[in-house]
Every structure is written in structure tokens, then in C-alpha cells.
């Protein structure tokens, strides 16, 4: 018997926005049977609400590379590190925001960005909210 793993909730997104191809097509087979160009416009137009979601779902975190350095390689109890973080969009595909959490101990002490708890025990989650 085979069990169903849960889906990635971007699939359950892609689905749901699947309807939008079959108003498409449903206005495109009626705007042929009744030459009519402004319901051919609003086929194309339901089929470009339709696609561009779903490529940019598909494709938004592609070519992403993300650099993170720490200044010093090791550390001893009460020095401080800064961690650096670059991203870099190497495609064509602008990207409005992004965000990067990383896992960080619990024993270390924040002076700039936040916080938050994980389901993991003693680890925080750093979370950091770019402007691409």
C-alpha cells in the first residue's frame, strides 16, 4: 500500500492556478466559433494570469547564489564575529525580495537582526529579509 508524502505547499499554489488554463482555452474555443477578437483577448489574457505565476515559481530561486562569510575562522568565548551575507541574481528574473533564515545557537548573543525559535532544541532561527 502506498502512502502519500505531503506535498510542497508551492505544488498545492501551481495547482490551484491551473483552472486559469482551462477558462483559457474554454474562451479561446469560443472566441473561434464566434470570431470574436476581444474574447480571444481575454483567453490570452486568462492564459498570461495562468503562466507567469508559475514560472516565476518554477524559476524565482534559480541562478541565486548566496555567499555568507564569517571574519574570523575561530572564535573563543566573549570575542565577537560578523557574519556577511551577499546575494547575487544571476538570471534575467528579477526577484522583489528574499529571505534567508539560518540556524544559529541559542548561546549566541545577537547585536543586529533577529531571532526566532526553531522546532530544534538549543537553535535559533537568524532570519534576514533582502531587497534584491
Known amino acids: 500500500?502506498?502512502?502519500?508524502?505531503?506535498?510542497?505547499?508551492?505544488?498545492?499554489?501551481?495547482?490551484?492556478?491551473?483552472?486559469?488554463?482551462?477558462?483559457?482555452?474554454?474562451?479561446?474555443?469560443?472566441?473561434?466559433?464566434?470570431?470574436?477578437?476581444?474574447?480571444?483577448?481575454a483567453a490570452l489574457f486568462a492564459f498570461v494570469l495562468g503562466i507567469v505565476p508559475e514560472l516565476w515559481y518554477r524559476y524565482a530561486l534559480r541562478n541565486l547564489v548566496i555567499r555568507q562569510r564569517v571574519s574570523q575562522p575561530r572564535a573563543f568565548f566573549g570575542e565577537m564575529v560578523s557574519l556577511s551575507i551577499s546575494v547575487e541574481n544571476q538570471k534575467l528574473l528579477p526577484l522583489p525580495w528574499l529571505e534567508i533564515e539560518d540556524e544559529i545557537p541559542i548561546q549566541l548573543p545577537l547585536l543586529t537582526g533577529r531571532a526566532f525559535p526553531t522546532y530544534k532544541v538549543n537553535r535559533v532561527a537568524l532570519v534576514n529579509t533582502f531587497s534584491l
Do not use: C, H
Request: hydrophobic fraction near 50%; avoid cysteine.
Open 1 to 41: 500500500m502506498a502512502t502519500d508524502l505531503p506535498n510542497d505547499p508551492r505544488d498545492e499554489t501551481l495547482i490551484k492556478r491551473r483552472p486559469w488554463y482551462v477558462l483559457a482555452g474554454a474562451l479561446l474555443l469560443l472566441s473561434a466559433l464566434t470570431r470574436q477578437p476581444i474574447a480571444f483577448l
